[in-house]
């Protein structure tokens, strides 16, 4: 008898998916099942976009890379894709015409560190430096950083409250560091010899206004401001002889045109550290520089096929990796179509008669159901359960299903080659 119920359930159900809008996951995922013989179209900015995923993804979904944010709310708006996928964040102002909803992956972002020569687990470390240190050190202002509250202080200004928080280390005192007279390696240079800090980052771009403005002399916005406060904080802190680190350590940025380019100096120890927003969910396979045998890659790395190239690890394993700064979640972006009063002037597809249509069986399906679970529960007399309903299908995120999407304020674009592992998007982007 329940099974009838459901089946009676279903028939409401299948008229309201196809009429409404994705308006989250569980939406995506019950669509693209609905015809295994179709391949849906879903843009990517990139493969790596495509990657952090694809575990989640029937096999029917087709691929479509796009150049740049543009083409891809393009391709949304003209029902080439039904969604797009992207690490960036949508500009407040494109909210009113999309759904933005969580992909429920969220990736941390970290700096990197080059590690110190091992003959079996670093044969790429470096050689004549060391940046232990140093490495303590960040980690210790990052923490500090995260206790005092500058993070979210600086997540408030720049409007991205919303932000999902991913710690790693966050602890109530700071961390043990060396004495500054102590130090060793770079951190040594920096702070007795008065060394510039080199951070090396993607760029310079501007991701907005939130994320951050680099073109800027003083770029402005949550990354920027972020590393500032962690550096500022290095300063600070002080080892078991109470001797502060330091009142002003000098830090200059150094930017590269991608992640292969800044990595391979961070390797050859050109910069002591990269920027705050790595994602350390990617990996790195060699500097992916041309070459014609060994001795023109970097140590520990083999010339294969023309490019220098080291067995496919983890960037987390591969390098120093802090503690989480922050983290970034991939977002779908659905256009929206109906049911809601619409904002945008430019004229909507259907006609105010199909859209009508779409109300009544929307409220027709929407009754339908509530009179069927009523009727349910009167019957049965048991509480119903909406796992029932999601038995053999996406379980995991059923608590979606009742959750209404968050107010997507203050979101702006960020580029996606923040994600990618050295060439990603040699067949995609750039
Ligand atoms: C699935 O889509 C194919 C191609 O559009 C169509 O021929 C087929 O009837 C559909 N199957 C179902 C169950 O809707
Ligand atoms: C996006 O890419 C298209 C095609 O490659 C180009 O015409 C357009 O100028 C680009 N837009 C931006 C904002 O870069
Ligand atoms: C490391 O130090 C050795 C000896 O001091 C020197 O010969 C070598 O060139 C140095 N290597 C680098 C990469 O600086
Ligand atoms: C954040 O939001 C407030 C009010 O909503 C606004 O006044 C302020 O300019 C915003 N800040 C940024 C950096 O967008
Ligand atoms: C560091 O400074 C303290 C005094 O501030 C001194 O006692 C100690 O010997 C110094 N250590 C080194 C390695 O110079
Ligand atoms: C590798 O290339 C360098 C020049 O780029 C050359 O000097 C060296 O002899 C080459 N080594 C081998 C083993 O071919
Ligand atoms: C990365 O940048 C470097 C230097 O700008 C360039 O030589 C290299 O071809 C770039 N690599 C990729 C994969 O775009
Ligand atoms: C490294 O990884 C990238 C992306 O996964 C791939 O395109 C490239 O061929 C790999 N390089 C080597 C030498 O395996």
Known sequence: ?????????????????????????????????????????VGFMSQSNYDVVKRYFPQNIKRIFFQNKTELLDAIDKDVVIAGITTGRLAEDLEPRYHVFSSLIVSPQAMLLAPSYHERTAVYGLKNQSSSDLFVALNAAITDVQRIGS?????????????????????????????????????????????TLLIGGIGPVDWGTHDGNYHLDQPVGFYPKLLESIVQQMGKLQGSDGVPYSDNIAFKRKY??????????????????????????????????????????????????????????????????????????????T?????????????????????WIGFVLVFAALFGSIFIILLILVRRKVPYRVQHTLRGGFGKFARLQEETEPPMDGLDAFEDQIVQSPRDNTNSTT
Do not use: W
């Open 151 to 195: 993070d979210e202080t600086l997540l408030n200004q720049n409007n991205l409250t919303n932000l999902i928080r991913a710690y790693t280390c966050r602890q109530d005192s700071q961390l043990p560091v060396p004495n500054r007279n102590e130090t060793t390696g770079f951190l040594r240079e920096i702070l007795l010899e008065k060394k």
């Open 335 to 355: 256009k929206k179509t109906s049911g809601t009063i619409k904002t945008q002037t430019d004229t909507p597809r259907e006609t105010p008669k199909t859209r």
């Open 1 to 41: 008898m329940l099974k009838f119920y459901f089946i009676l359930l279903i028939g409401f159900a299948i008229p309201t998916v196809i009429q409404c809008d994705i308006t989250n996951l569980e939406g995506f995922l019950s669509l693209v099942k609905q015809n295994q013989s179709i391949d849906y179209p």
């Open 256 to 333: 590269y045109a991608n992640t292969s380019a800044l990595l391979k100096d961070l390797l050859d120890s050109k910069i002591h550290a990269t920027d705050v927003y790595l994602l350390v969910d990617g990996s790195y396979n060699g500097t992916g520089e041309s070459c014609s045998n060994d001795t023109q890659c970097l140590s520990g790395e083999s010339c294969k096929d023309g490019i220098c190239t080291y067995p496919k690890e983890p960037r987390y394993l591969h390098f120093l990796t802090t503690c989480t700064t922050a983290s970034r979640d991939s977002k779908f972006i």
